[in-house]
């Protein structure tokens, strides 16, 4: 059984891809471009299982080029998944760093096995990709071929729409529609849940609320918060008071409340101001609360 020191062109490009892709989702700059959805892609719906079928069927007669596309497509939507419910019975849980680092071990490691097992069969039998032969034969027949000037004419054209479809189907899928633009803001209890909010104080008492605000507005915000008691506002420490979030970020935060003053049905107001306008707030939110020495 020969072997050869030349690595498979088509495991190559896996590897490739491989890396890109964790380098478009893992640098800060790269990571906010339209290429990590391009690179994203085909790690989750496409590699694994190519990687796999390749590491199963070595050889060129087990399958053909369209039976490996379409199983590697079919496996690459079983794997995915497997992987993911095994990360969510392990400490690191199903999250982005976690998903990937396991998408790429699992990736590579086949491909390394692919590379072993097509080595330890005779040079003839194994299973390439003809990337190069298969260009060239494209530009033959288009070339070479003696046909009508028409025919090549129509043939070329056909070949540039098809790309040009592909490009605009690609174009589509990495660049989403926006939504409607808001942000969400909300004040939850002490115990993370949406009742048993601190509503009855003695004076010099304090209470704690959670308060949360998610931007969906597809920019970066800086966002002001103001906690006011019958229209005066509490004071509130710098991290609490000023916030900026980048789009689809969220930031939740427990706030405690010391009323400085008696009264009943006071109402102490949530106010979140953007940065577009400063009078006027772009999201309230109030408790009624009672505050006196009876309880």
């Not at 692919?114 to 260009?135: H, I």
Request: glycine content about 6%; overall charge negative; aromatic content about 10%.
């Amino acid at each position: 059984m020969a072997e050869s020191g030349k690595f498979p062109s088509d495991l190559l490009l896996v590897i490739c891809l491989v890396i890109l892709t964790n380098i478009f989702i893992l640098v800060p700059l790269l990571s906010e471009s339209f290429i990590r959805t391009a690179f994203g892609l085909p790690m989750v719906l496409f590699l694994p299982g190519y990687a796999l079928i390749a590491a199963l069927f070595p050889s060129k007669e087990d399958l053909d080029g369209i039976e490996r596309i379409a199983l590697s497509f079919g496996l690459s939507i079983a794997v995915v998944p497997l992987i993911g419910l095994g990360l969510n019975y392990t400490s690191w849980g199903i999250r982005l760093i976690p998903v990937l680092v396991s998408l790429s071990a699992f990736t590579l490691v086949m491909c390394g096995i692919a590379n072993y097992r097509r080595k330890k069969m005779p040079e003839d039998r194994r299973f390439e990709a003809p990337f190069k032969a298969s260009t060239l034969a494209l530009w033959a027949e288009i070339l070479e071929k003696p046909e009508k000037k028409a025919d090549k004419i129509l043939t070329v054209i056909l070949i540039f729409s098809i790309l040009i479809s592909v490009g605009t189907l690609i174009y589509v899928i990495v660049t989403p529609k926006e939504g409607k633009h808001f942000t969400e803001f909300y004040i939850l209890g002490p115990e993370g849940m949406a009742d048993n909010y601190p509503t009855v104080y003695t004076p010099g008492e304090s209470g704690t609320v959670i308060v949360g605000v998610v931007n969906h507005e597809y920019q970066t915000v800086n966002y002001t918060l103001d906690v006011r008691l019958e229209n005066k506002s509490l004071a509130l420490p710098e991290n609490l008071k000023h916030i900026s979030l980048g789009h689809n970020m969220t930031w939740k935060e427990p706030v405690t409340i010391t009323p400085p003053f008696e009264g009943m049905d006071m109402k102490l107001e949530f106010l979140l101001y953007d940065d577009t306008e400063k009078s006027v707030p772009y999201r309230d939110l109030h408790l009624w609360i009672n505050v006196s020495e009876e309880v």
